[in-house]
């Protein structure tokens, strides 16, 4: 079955340790997402990318990094430089731009 | 920047009742759509409106672009337990390129048996 698969479930970070999530997609899709959800908060951009190899700044993107060097795959750098990384993280794609957005099942990121 | 004002924050209704909630901007979208999320889940598209004015239903949702093209509703109807969830709008205007979708801050249900 097609989907989009986030791993780990839970992460654990410690003070000064940058930390990567993984996002994969058997969709075929060329754009994906990478959204931060805090606690009775609505979803924010942190980045995107429309194709291989180029990705964008979303609204939130100081302390975080990104790759695009696979379309299966948009891996989530949280650098120590996010002095506040705890946050449910979702992976995003789409095959028509953001409209109609399929979502992994998340990512749990908790400081130690 | 644009932002989406979702209400009401939270419900707690009794199964088999009907629930409304609704989501206001002060820009205009092109787009509007509602996704559901599961505790501990992502959210799922339920439904995707696109023109002023269209009234679109999936089962026992019922959603509506509004006319002004700065607002949407989300109606369900007999709800049953399995409708717990938060419930977010989303909007979107293509600008420039623009990639982003505008999301609410969702309306958390809760549905007693």
């Known amino acids: 079955d097609g989907g989009i698969t986030q791993s780990p479930k839970y992460l654990f970070r410690k003070e000064g340790q940058n930390v990567t999530l993984s996002c994969e997609q058997n969709?075929?899709?060329?754009?994906m997402y990478w959204y931060r959800q805090d606690p009775g908060q609505g979803l924010r951009l942190i980045y995107y990318?429309?194709?291989?190899?180029?990705?964008q700044k979303g609204d939130i993107a100081e302390g975080y990094s990104v790759s695009r060097e696979k379309k299966e795959s948009f891996p989530l750098t949280v650098t120590s430089a996010q002095k506040n990384p705890t946050a449910f993280y979702l992976c995003a794609s789409s095959s028509s731009g953001p409209e109609k957005l399929f979502f992994g099942s998340g990512t749990q990121l908790s400081v130690l | 920047g644009q932002q989406l004002n979702q209400s009401p924050q939270s419900m707690f209704i009794q199964e088999g009742e009907d629930v409304s909630m609704n989501c206001t901007s002060s820009?205009?979208?092109?787009?509007w759509l509602w996704y559901k999320q599961d505790p501990g889940e992502g959210p799922v598209l339920l439904i995707a409106l696109y023109k002023a004015g269209e009234l679109t239903s999936n089962g026992r949702l019922t959603a509506q672009f509004g006319i002004t093209r700065k607002d949407s509703f989300l109606n369900i109807s007999a709800s049953i337990p399995s409708d717990v969830g938060i419930y977010f709008c989303?909007?979107?205007?293509?600008?420039?390129?623009?990639?982003?979708?505008?999301f609410g801050k969702g309306t958390k249900l809760t549905v007693n048996p």
């Open positions: 990318s429309q194709i291989v190899n180029d990705f």
């Open positions: 989303a909007g979107h205007t293509p600008r420039g390129g623009s990639e982003k979708l505008v």
């Open positions: 820009s205009i979208f092109n787009t």
């Open positions: 969709l075929n899709h060329d754009a």
